[in-house]
């Protein structure tokens, strides 16, 4: 079909994966597509729509000009008995009216091992059946309501997190750990951005970020995702013997940056 019209401006967007398996008190990360209409580049807010409980979207903000970013989301620690539909919507400014679009749930697929698509799925599920959950409290009606649920790890400081173009900043995050040494990584970074080092203080981790000058081009923005683990010992009470293995500290939530 062809369309002879002055531009309109538009959005659509599609979450994926279209089906996210979840754990209480954890950060689930996920991805949300823009799909960019007749020109329109500006930034999109991203917010959770009719999801039950005190669950939180960290990074919600799809950058002018970015075609997706990684966002996570945040399970408190009392979970539906059921999976449930998570729904995110985007909120823009177009034209000076405000424009608000749900998004789409989708698959990343692949066609012919060449072609990449983004399938539409008939919804987004996040399913909790595969973790053992604590009961769903029978607090009547009436209660008075929980204030949002904080996790223990949390990103301190301002954000987004300001990066200097061939240089380093030091970002600090809370982790509840063990004595010991606390290993983080990015999962899926913009090129050129790393983790130059990881120290440890008295209540988490002291990061240091940085973005090569050649590959990072000032104005990059965007979240980064990273995963926290520890290097453990375990001893075998009855032989005596000691064997290492990776402990999982779990996902931290998005890191905005710029």
Known sequence: RLRISPPRPDFALRVVPSRINARARQFVPFTVF????????????????????????????????????????????????ERISLGV???????????VRTAVPADDMMQAFAYKHLG??????????????????????????????????AILGDQPVKIPAGGTVELRVTIPAREGEIQVELSDPPEGITIDSVSRF?????????????KAKPGLKGNLIANASQQRTLTDKRSGKTREYRAVLGTLPAIPFK
Not at 52 to 80: I, N
Not at 121 to 129: C, I, N, P, Q, S
């Open 202 to 214: 008295d209540e988490g981790a002291a990061i240091s970020l940085r973005a090569d000058a050649e």
């Open 120 to 153: 539409p799925a008939e919804d987004l599920e996040v399913d909790f059946r595969d973790w053992q959950k604590p009961p769903v409290s029978k607090a009547p009606a009436t209660h008075t309501p929980r204030p949002p649920y904080r996790s223990p790890i």
């Open 34 to 81: 823009a799909l960019r209409k007749d020109g329109f580049s500006g930034e999109i807010a991203l917010s959770l729509k009719g999801i039950p409980g005190d669950f939180s979207l960290f990074g919600g903000m799809l950058p002018a000009g970015r075609e997706k970013v990684r966002v996570t989301l945040l399970v408190p620690p009392v979970l539906p008995d």
């Open 89 to 99: 919507e985007g909120h823009a400014v177009i034209a000076g009216q405000e424009v």
